[in-house]
């Protein structure tokens, strides 16, 4: 149950990092209402939060918080962007994926 509770907070970590960092692009790159990048840095804000719920130290959960962010990027540009992954999207997507496993659960002695 631990583990499952990390990827949870890892998830929404990543949906907050995406999603915040997404709108204030909207506001910036695109010309969109100012209240977007607003909202973004609440989200943004609120990321940081959820990072600390982590079971493990600083480094260890950003490190392997950087591959959950690949992952969940790749899927923001196909589901969102409309830019569905290619091959090596997808295997870069399960190395990563294999890394945060070892990073965040191995274990230790």
Known sequence: MPIIKSLVYFFLAGLCEIGGGYLVWLWLREGKSMWLALGGSVLLTVYGFIATQQPTNFGRTYAAYGGI?????ILWGWKIDGLAPDKF???GAWIVLLGVL???YAPRG
Request: glycine residues 0%.
């Open 69 to 73: 962010f690949i992952i969940l990027s």
């Open 89 to 91: 999207d997808q295997l």
């Open 102 to 104: 070892i990073i965040m």
